[in-house]
């Protein structure tokens, strides 16, 4: 099983639309959940952090499940610009604090 | 946040020679992270640059083969030996912000080995 997993994509949405993405993990342990956003041929740079008790920051809430090692991104009313790979990354605990990246959603907002 | 710069960022090389790609941080940070992104793949951590100390490899990655220097706290190299069309892919520097919430990306390096 993969550290960390999600659905390649893409999805395909209107303008408009609701479109939700999923990431699963494999290490219990796990301390500290993020979304980033990759645009085509650039960096990765943090959408989001994931806290317990779910977050929202604006069109966009993340919501972690502990019990089932789970992550989730909603993106409400998506807009042309949302188009991106949006990747799921979780932080071990202890000092070396290791980053895993999942291999990226690729969502595709169409008009 | 951190502003990160490398060069070059791009570049095509032979097969058998080596490129050293540069990183420069605006701040000092404690460590620094190389990543590596291969085409339709997600990142892959090579190595952690600590300032001081040799570098910390990943699994898969050798120190003969991605040899790292940091000789401050702003400023590290990542060198990819005898190169294969293998290493083609996306090299990224990257460090974490003060509260070690969030990681800075550099705009990376595009390699093409021929």
């Known amino acids: 099983r993969k550290e960390v997993e999600q659905d390649p994509g893409p999805f395909n949405v209107p303008e408009g639309a609701t479109v939700a993405f999923n990431c699963t993990y494999s290490?219990?342990?796990?301390?500290?959940f993020f979304w980033y956003r990759q645009d085509c041929r650039k960096e990765p740079k943090l959408l989001m952090s994931v806290y317990s008790s779910g977050n929202e920051d604006g069109r966009f809430t993340a919501q972690l499940n502990r019990a089932s090692q789970y992550i989730s991104l909603l993106i409400r009313d998506s807009k042309l610009s949302d188009s991106a790979t949006y990747l799921c990354v979780v932080r071990d605990p202890g000092g070396y604090q290791k980053v895993t990246f999942g291999t990226g959603t690729k969502l595709q907002v169409i008009p | 946040s951190a502003v990160i710069s490398q060069k070059p960022s791009r570049d095509i090389c032979q097969r058998g020679t080596s490129l050293t790609i540069q990183c420069q941080v605006d701040s000092q940070v404690t460590m620094m992270f190389w990543y590596r992104q291969q085409p339709g793949q997600s990142l892959t951590l090579i190595a952690t640059a600590n300032q001081g100390s040799e570098a910390t490899y990943e699994s898969g990655f050798v120190i003969d083969k991605f040899p790292i220097s940091r000789p401050n706290l702003t400023f590290s190299t990542l060198t990819v030996s005898n190169m294969s069309p293998e290493d083609s892919s996306i090299y990224l520097c990257?460090?974490?912000?003060?509260?070690?919430?969030?990681?800075?990306f550099g705009p990376g390096t595009r390699l093409t080995v021929l």
């Open positions: 290490n219990s342990a796990s301390q500290s």
């Open positions: 990257s460090v974490r912000g003060r509260a070690a919430e969030t990681q800075y």
